[in-house]
Nanobody
């Protein structure tokens, strides 16, 4: 059973920094990509940043230049370094991954989500 476990959320003042982590565990054969989405109250969930197994990255325009996504393939872990945080970054941040899992009936690729971690930017 593949699981994504996030950590690192919290309360920070505007202009501050936070680092989110997400570790994937289970019978993982391969990870196609890992990334972060966020959902603010009364808004749709949106992509923040994603990194592929080859190291390619993509960012939402609203965070480009302030956030950095990185990965540790050996640990099946992805990180999101968030700098120069703004109140509008306040949201629940969800880790997402596309993973091929090994099961007794074969290998299957699927989407997985973490439980979410709250990030609040406020003075």
């Amino acid at each position: 059973q593949v699981q994504l476990v996030e950590s690192g959320g919290g309360l920070v003042q505007p202009g501050g920094s936070l680092r989110l982590s997400c570790a994937a565990s289970g019978n993982i054969l391969s990870i196609y990509d890992m990334g972060w989405y966020r959902q603010a109250p009364m808004k749709q969930r949106e992509l923040v940043a994603v990194i592929t197994d080859g190291g390619s990255t993509n960012y939402a325009d609203s965070v480009r230049g302030r956030f950095t996504i990185s990965g540790d393939n050996a640990k099946n872990t992805v990180y999101l370094q968030m700098n120069s945080l703004k109140p509008e970054d306040t949201a629940v941040y969800y880790c997402h991954a596309v993973i091929t899992e090994a099961t007794i009936t074969g290998a299957y690729r699927d989407d997985y989500w973490g439980q979410g971690t709250q990030v609040t930017v406020s003075s």
